[in-house]
């Protein structure tokens, strides 16, 4: 008699994967039975299609258009996980079919090209009715899969662990950025491309190049502890990045301006809202100045052959987001390997980015405000905004929440 319990023991929907589109307008999920769009600002639900009879582990929305590129997953796949299919929701039928030897990893998509990450290679293509593959690059392995698109830039590991490669999307020309001495755990790239934020497996120390000479602009602390860092997001304007990770903590850094870059680059932040009294605050702290290069001991900092963990620029502020509650073996991916939790229950869900349904996926609405998505059993969807409180300080507000599945 087979006495084991199931890796999934609840009958509660899940969602299986969550992105969201290229101007954060929207988030897409993929579900045992199919997928679903939700509108990123109210979380309203926009478009589904749950009748597939197959999961799909992984949906990426074309902008704001009809297609999206899905890849099978889940118990029982729609897809084979070593197919790329370009979905086209208002015909309901497939539109361009891509196949590759291996499982694909991770899928990012534009109205100009298509990016397929494999385990230790990135494939781009021009976006047509008959892609047109255009670039191939080896990387280390890229089990999360690693990966950003840009208007003129892609960046992905590179071959060596803790390196960037970017690569010119029209020129195809390849710069390599030595970020970390650990492998890679997270990547953002700005909306003008200008500005790349890495962090790596270790999650205490994040970094920001510009990618014009790969120089670095600033190093940032996340912590003392190690940590899975799930997402990095670069605001709108670049002038602030936001990072959350498994210690279930939504960070925000003040981002350093690019030299030599005029001040008319910067997207003026909109003027923040009257209070409502919806709003939750989360977090504040009264020894954080609203001031760039936060030193979190203050004059100490400046003190000769202090510890780095005195000198080093923590963020101006932080904010407690919602992981879930998940059950046995659907544990937040980078997570697995906490005490107390066996390997024996922690076989990645197949065709799913990184083996295990995302949480704290950032999405910036616009240079105050900021959505929060995980996917999974427990799938919430969180609003942030940064406001100022007494004597200038800067803090988190929770504008509110949803369990989007129920």
């Known amino acids: 008699m087979n006495t084991r319990r199931p890796l999934d023991d609840s009958k509660a929907p899940a969602a299986l994967s969550v992105s969201l589109n290229d101007d954060k307008s929207f988030f897409s999920v993929g579900l045992e039975d199919g997928f679903r769009i939700y509108n990123a600002r109210t979380c309203d639900l926009v478009a589904s299609q749950d009748d597939l009879n197959g999961g799909i582990g992984s949906a990426e929305m074309v902008d704001r258009t009809n297609f999206l590129a ?6 029982q796949p729609k897809f084979p996980q070593n197919k790329v299919i370009i979905w086209d929701d208002k015909k309901k039928s497939k539109a361009i079919t891509l196949e590759f030897r291996t499982a694909v990893q991770r899928v990012r998509i534009s109205r100009s090209h298509i990016v397929v990450v494999l385990l230790n290679s990135v494939n781009l293509y021009k976006f047509s009715t ?31 662990p803790g390196h960037v490669q970017l690569v010119e999307l029209a020129s195809r020309n390849v710069s390599i950025v030595p970020a970390h001495a650990a492998p890679l755990r997270a990547l953002d790239l700005s909306r003008d491309d200008r500005v790349l934020a890495t962090a790596s497996e270790k999650g205490t120390l994040l970094r920001v190049w510009a990618t014009a000479n790969c ?33 279930s903590t939504l960070h925000i850094f003040d981002l350093p301006p690019l030299r030599g870059a005029a001040a008319a680059d910067r997207a003026a932040s909109p003027a923040p809202p009257a209070e409502g009294p919806n709003w939750e605050m989360v977090s504040s702290d009264p020894h954080l100045p609203n001031a760039p290069n936060t030193k979190k001991y203050g004059i100490f900092s400046t003190l000769p052959l202090m510890p780095r963990v005195v000198t080093d620029t923590y963020s101006l502020t932080s904010a407690h987001f919602e992981i879930g509650d998940e059950p046995e073996g659907w544990a937040p991916a980078g997570a697995v390997n906490r005490p107390g939790i066996s390997p024996s229950r922690s076989v990645p869900i197949p065709g799913v980015p990184g083996g295990r349904p995302p949480k704290g996926v950032i999405g910036w609405l616009n240079n105050e405000t900021m959505v929060v998505v995980g996917a999974g059993h427990d799938a919430r969807w969180e609003q942030f905004s940064l406001r100022l409180a ?12 949803r369990r989007y599945m129920e």
């Open 70 to 75: 899905l890849v099978g997953g889940g118990k």
């Open 130 to 160: 008959t892609p047109d593959k255009i670039g191939a690059f080896e990387t280390t392995n890229n089990p999360f899969g690693l990966c950003c698109l840009g208007a003129r830039l892609l960046a992905f590991p590179g071959r060596t």
């Open 215 to 247: 120089s670095r602009l600033a190093e940032l602390r996340r912590g003392v502890d190690p940590a899975a860092i799930f997402a990095l997001a670069i605001s709108p304007a670049a002038t602030h990045l936001a990072v959350t990770s498994d210690k």
């Open 390 to 401: 007494d004597e200038g300080r800067r803090v988190l507000v929770r504008d509110g929440w």
